[in-house]
């Protein structure tokens, strides 16, 4: 599939924003741990949702799709996970955790997802045979099987989010008692974790440390999944990155965007809060910066690539990503259209450039956004390639895009 993007002058108008990706995908298997009713409401419409809900109907899950709302019903469960859409999904990895509670056994083909540097699952993995189950790794296909429940401390070395929901996941219902110590609580593990204590689950979050009490079986439950702050912060630089626009974004958490907010009134974006939104106004200048990425709370790494393409406005500026540092596949195709990027040392250096058009690529999801921001500052009209990672992540992208303004049009 191919975008043709045209240089845009300004944006106005509102852009509403969907239910979170990467809550949505974890809830959706957390209601494999009950045979009673989950109905999940602010489900985001996009292919890594399809895809993943194609898989659980595999397993001889029923589900229902009515608009943004899920009906689940797991009243029976298989535990081999053979589908060809686990190897193009990295959230399906969820489905060990939820498997493992539920029927205490998994065997399902390795996870995939984006290209976006090294993602190992080795957290995961050790925190299950720390927790008592078996595991037999292939690289190919992944067997894990639950021996025992008992009182088990997880520490990890380093934040993560999938392992810690995994954990917590295949944890909740059992004997056991188990602490994750240094988890990754970012606002998605929050909803998880909410949703499967309205289900009964008992999980306790208490300075840097989670608790995760076994309890013997969970209900369903009606949960509303929170709103996408990677979107929002998306369509927020888009808004921010051409001169006199002015977009209001509705359905916005704003605790969820505290430094995406500071980090763009830094350069020079004017954001104002109002309930439940933010109205962003483009600068005539964008100012420079230097920015670490790293978990939350601090800059999220999945708007790295788009930051990048508008600091191409700046002068010198900088970005470290501590979480993805060979998230860079984006560099090569802006260099494409005359950008000054280049990475040394793990570092992302941007130079101020005046961007021309050009046929480019995508290479992730992010990626993807990031191209249409900067098809929208080049002179000219550019021709993405591969444009379809654009929807495993956004809802109606293209009905969103050409609201505000912006040139686009699939070919």
Do not use: W
């Not at 050790?126 to 401390?153: A, H, L, R, W, Y």
């Not at 249409?372 to 390639?385: E, V």
Request: proline share 3%.
């Amino acid at each position: 599939m191919i975008m043709k993007v045209t240089k845009t002058n300004n944006l106005f108008g509102d852009v509403y924003i969907s239910g979170s990706k990467n809550a949505a995908l974890p809830c959706i298997c957390a209601a494999l741990l009950t045979k009673e009713q989950v109905k999940l409401i602010n489900v985001p419409d996009i292919e890594d949702v399809n895809n993943l809900l194609t898989i659980i109907k595999d397993l001889g899950v029923k589900v229902k799709k009515e608009e943004d709302i899920l009906t689940i019903s797991a009243g029976r469960v298989k535990t081999k996970v053979i589908n060809h859409l686990v190897s193009k999904l990295r959230g399906s990895y969820y489905l060990m955790g939820s498997l493992l509670a539920r029927k205490r056994k998994v065997q399902i083909i390795y996870p995939g997802g984006c290209e976006i540097g090294e993602r190992p699952i080795d957290f995961h993995l050790q925190g299950f045979k720390e927790t008592g189950c078996e595991v037999n790794d292939t690289k190919e296909i992944i067997e894990i099987t639950k021996k025992i429940d008992k009182e088990t401390s997880i520490t990890f070395p380093s934040l993560s989010m999938g392992a810690t929901i995994n954990i917590i996941l295949s944890t909740c219902i059992g004997n056991g008692i188990t602490t994750i110590t240094n988890p990754s609580l970012e606002p998605e593990t929050l909803c998880v974790i909410e949703m499967l204590n309205n289900m009964g689950a008992c999980i306790i979050i208490e300075d840097n440390k989670i608790q995760i009490n076994g309890v013997k079986k969970l209900k369903g439950v009606n949960y509303h999944i929170i709103y996408d702050r990677i979107e929002a912060g998306s369509y927020l630089f888009l808004a921010g990155s051409i001169p006199f626009s002015k977009v209001t974004l509705h359905n916005v958490d704003h605790k969820h965007l505290e430094v995406v907010i500071v980090v763009a009134r830094k350069i020079g974006i004017k954001i104002t809060k109002i309930d439940n939104g933010l109205i962003v106004e483009g600068p005539e200048k964008i100012n420079k910066t230097n920015i670490l990425i790293g978990p939350y709370p601090f800059f999220p790494t999945d708007l790295q690539q788009i930051l990048t393409v508008v600091l191409t406005r700046s002068d010198t500026s900088k970005i470290e990503d501590a979480i993805f540092p060979d998230r860079i596949a984006h560099l090569k195709e802006l260099r494409k259209m005359h950008a000054y990027v280049y990475d040394y040392n793990r570092i992302i250096y941007i130079k101020k450039s005046k961007l021309k058009s050009s046929k480019v690529k995508a290479t992730d999801l992010r990626c993807a956004f990031a191209l249409i921001i900067a098809g929208s500052m080049a002179k000219g009209t550019s021709y993405i390639m591969d444009i379809d990672y654009l929807f495993r992540g956004y809802v109606t992208p293209v009905k969103k895009l050409k609201a505000i303004g912006l040139n686009v049009e699939i070919i």
